[in-house]
């Protein structure tokens, strides 16, 4: 089974954590939270929504994206946006790749929207962004999809 990480920059509602902790858990990828968060990981509400998974999770917080890049020289990333036409689906993952998620309310800052490696989820013209625990199962389960569970 290929290795699958979650990279959520700062996040801010704890609801939309815990059901990505609980995704997680339940397909074996590691979730990785990066820079500040708008909540503590403690919160009820993150804890209701992970519900009795989080102790299945590989999770890692992580004080700066410099400092995971670091820590994963080898890697590749790839970032979600909607500032970019390429698609996903048009990406073959392999193992041990990064899928980063920028925060709820203004996405992930412009040096990454910029990268070779910037991907969107296709939606309805018009439409702002989808939300940041659906955004996450659509892209994990491409991932899936192609290397298996």
Not at 31 to 39: A, N, P, S
Request: aromatic share 10%; net charge negative.
């Amino acid at each position: 089974m290929a290795k699958l990480n979650i990279v959520l920059y700062e996040p801010e509602i704890p609801q939309n954590t815990g059901n990505i902790a609980r995704l997680c858990a339940c397909t074996g990828a590691s979730l990785y939270l990066v820079g500040k968060l708008g909540f503590s990981l403690s919160d009820k509400y993150t804890k209701r929504a992970g519900l009795d998974y989080w102790d299945s999770v590989d999770i890692h917080k992580v004080d700066s994206m410099e400092q995971l890049f670091q820590e994963n020289k080898d890697a590749n990333f790839y970032y979600l946006t909607t500032k970019t036409k390429r698609l996903y689906t048009d990406v073959q993952f392999n193992d041990g790749d990064f899928i980063v998620f920028g925060p709820e309310s203004r996405g992930l800052p412009q040096e990454y929207v910029t990268d070779k490696n910037a991907l969107t989820i296709p939606m309805k013209d018009g439409q702002r962004s989808l939300n940041l625990s659906n955004s996450v199962s659509i892209v994990a389960y491409e991932v899936i999809r192609q290397n298996g569970l």
